[in-house]
């Protein structure tokens, strides 16, 4: 099952330098890297990303994350992938550009 990753700009330029993160400054706080289900993708980026231009979604396969990924309760009682240990840009099958259209971010075909 692929789960996804939603990245700023500066996210993004800084896993590729870096080869790894510890994730987006809320990331960092909760202590987890915040993941989504294709389901969960689209609200995602409406509560977390609106407005923003210049996103990055990163699709990665949540069973190749071994027991570091936990699946935990969140918002709206759902299951989200939480992965706790560092997003390593090796991981990641693929990315696509996440543009800002008149309705919200515009995702990929793959996800529809």
Do not use: C, N
């Amino acid at each position: 099952m692929l789960i996804y990753k939603i990245l700023r700009a500066p996210e993004w330029a800084d896993l590729q330098a870096q080869g790894e993160t510890a994730g987006a400054p809320i990331d960092v706080a909760d202590g987890f890297v915040h993941f989504s289900t294709a389901a969960q993708a689209r609200e995602t980026a409406a509560k977390h990303f609106a407005g923003i231009d210049g996103l990055l979604l990163a699709a990665l396969d949540a069973d190749a994350l071994g027991e570091a990924l936990k699946w935990e309760v969140s918002r709206g009682g759902d299951k989200f992938p939480h992965l706790y240990a560092p997003l390593r840009l090796a991981d990641i099958l693929w990315t696509r550009d996440l543009p800002l259209g008149p309705d919200g971010h515009q995702f990929p075909e793959e996800m529809v």
